[in-house]
């Protein structure tokens, strides 16, 4: 069995920072492509951040300049840095990647997500 594993949620003031972590923990044979998506109240998911098993990264606009994303290969641990943060990067953050398990069976995993309120 394979899980994503957040951590770093909270509450923070604007212009604060915060960082989170993902790790993936289980029958791992490997840890593709790991991203970050966040969901705000009312609105859809969308992806924030994005790094490859390669280290090639894509980031939203609207966070470039603030938020960093990064990867461990050898802890399978995927970070997000987020500085600056302002009220609108409150929402609910997910972790995400594709994994091939000991069966060689590949699949897109979710985090259980973590809470990030920025207050004004």
């Known amino acids: 069995q394979v899980q994503l594993v957040e951590s770093g949620g909270g509450l923070v003031q604007t212009g604060g920072s915060l960082r989170l972590s993902c790790a993936a923990f289980?029958?791992?044979?490997?840890?593709?492509?790991m991203a970050w998506y966040r969901q705000a109240p009312g609105k859809q998911r969308e992806l924030v951040a994005k790094i490859t098993i390669g280290g090639s990264i894509n980031v939203v606009d609207s966070v470039k300049g603030r938020f960093t994303i990064s990867r461990d290969l050898a802890k399978s641990t995927v970070y997000l840095q987020m500085n600056s943060l302002k009220a609108d990067d409150t929402a609910v953050y997910y972790c995400?990647?594709?994994?091939?398990?000991?069966?060689?069976?590949?699949?897109?995993?979710w985090g259980q997500g973590t809470q990030v309120t920025v207050s004004s």
């Open positions: 289980g029958s791992i044979l490997r840890v593709g492509n």
């Open positions: 995400n990647s594709d994994i091939t398990d000991w069966d060689y069976r590949s699949s897109v995993y």
